[in-house]
């Protein structure tokens, strides 16, 4: 892997596992529960220069990371409610670079978006908790992969989208 890959993936690309177990399902939605306070911890002393430092070369500044998880995970948030309520629901994808750039993202403090993640994921979690097998099974259609995503799945790739920019903001930091 040459060092600018590593710098986009530093924790690698999400691998499914064969089988998803309780213990995955509990671990990841662990992860989705801390994530807004480890970003509010890990960005507590942020300066005005933090603010503008990259995670690779022309990779986002920590405020458009912490932005674009907020944005990501509310889509997130509503994709699991339209699978749970919709057979087979084909979402809406949107094109995060793209958002990256708005006005809401390159000129609105952090704050904003951490606060927001808090009150989404402690929603998020009391969601995913009451979710049973046969809800974990239901899915949705990402027409730009082509392919139908399980809620029990699109946990894990949530899990590993918290733990992947969250590295990223640390690297920035030591930039």
């Known amino acids: 892997m040459s060092d600018i890959e590593h710098l986009k993936y530093p924790i690698g690309n999400f691998q499914k596992p064969e ?14 529960q801390n994530f807004p306070e480890n970003v509010s911890q890990l960005l507590a002393d942020a300066t005005k220069e933090t603010w503008s430092k990259t995670y690779r070369p022309e990779g986002w500044t920590i405020l458009q990371l912490v932005h674009h998880c907020a944005d990501s995970h509310m889509n997130a948030f509503i994709r699991f409610k339209l699978a749970l309520t919709e057979e ?5 994808p949107y094109h995060e670079d793209r958002w990256a750039l708005l006005p809401d993202v390159t000129s609105v403090d ?8 808090k009150s989404l ?8 908790r009451s979710l049973h097998s046969d809800d974990l099974a239901h899915e949705y259609i990402h027409p730009e992969h082509g392919k139908r995503f399980n809620l029990a799945e699109a946990v894990g790739m949530y899990d590993w989208h918290c733990r992947h920019h969250l590295e990223h903001m640390k690297i920035a930091l030591k930039s």
């Open 19 to 32: 089988v998803i177990t309780a213990t995955h399902l509990t671990g990841w939605i662990e992860t989705i």
């Open 88 to 92: 087979s629901p084909k979402i809406k």
């Open 110 to 117: 952090a704050q904003v978006s951490i606060n927001l993640l």
């Open 121 to 128: 994921h402690a929603r998020w979690v009391v969601l995913l």
